[in-house]
């Protein structure tokens, strides 16, 4: 008998799955802003079936396996049909090659998030407990729905989502590349540690009220760009071990 307990961060896993769904019904519906904060509510709840899961002693090779179908569906397939039907409603890539362009964009971006996926399930990095290897499909997600959030409600310029294929291309690549990110973890830096709880937090509470997606956004370009160059001063203890041998 499998215990009540795999029941709580594998109903996060669901709800989450259901989000995602949603949201490609939100944006094929055209509306698009609960769509991409649809997108954001899956970050959140993937987050919390992994707290959970940890806190419950109730982490399975099932629920791992869940958990990387919900996050195909939030993060790869939502935004993408995000950007899709959104460019559709606005005739941007109107044209014959332009359409290629976006359809083929879209296709690498979620080949790459269900590439991403299966990689991380069978794959034990050097220094994995420390450092994302590739930039996580929920980070890659989130982006794309900030981004879009932002440029919607600052009104900015249709013509800025001829940028979409680019952009969707990039991630695809960060996704399946060696690219290292530090994971959230506790700090031994008190002030670094507290920015980060104070910052999760707030996440947590904006996110659900639909508020300020510029600053969400500004938080995740700040993780991208310290997390990389901290990445890039402490390599793998592996290739340490292998340099001072060579020396």
């Not at 939030?74 to 090659?97: M, S």
Request: charged share 15%.
């Amino acid at each position: 008998m499998v215990s009540p307990k795999y029941a709580v961060p594998n109903g996060f896993t669901a709800l989450s799955m259901l989000f995602g769904l949603s949201s490609v019904a939100m944006s094929a519906a055209g509306d698009y802003t609960l769509a991409a904060w649809m997108i954001l509510w899956g970050v959140l709840l993937d987050k919390l079936d992994g707290t959970a899961a940890r806190l419950l002693d109730a982490s399975s090779d099932f629920g791992m396996q869940f958990d990387s179908f919900a996050d195909f569906v939030v993060f790869g397939i939502a935004p993408a049909g995000l950007i899709y039907f959104r460019c559709r409603d606005l005739a941007v890539f109107d044209d014959g090659l332009g359409r290629i362009a976006l359809m083929g964009a879209l296709g690498c971006y979620v080949v790459a998030t269900s590439g991403r996926l299966a990689r991380f399930n069978i794959s034990s990095p050097p220094g994995g407990d420390k450092v994302f290897y590739g930039i996580p499909t929920t980070f890659c997600g989130a982006i794309l729905a900030l981004a879009y959030l932002t440029w919607d409600k600052y009104g900015l310029d249709a013509a800025l989502l001829h940028a979409a294929p680019g952009l969707l291309v990039a991630a695809g690549l960060a996704m399946i590349s060696n690219i290292r990110l530090p994971k959230l973890k506790g700090r031994g830096n008190r002030a670094l540690h507290w920015f980060q709880i104070a910052n999760i937090a707030a996440v947590y509470v904006l996110a659900p009220f639909k508020l300020m997606p510029e600053y969400m956004l500004a938080l995740c370009v700040l993780y991208l760009s310290v997390g990389g160059v901290w990445a890039a001063l402490h390599p793998p203890e592996e290739l340490l071990a292998a340099r001072e041998q060579a020396a």
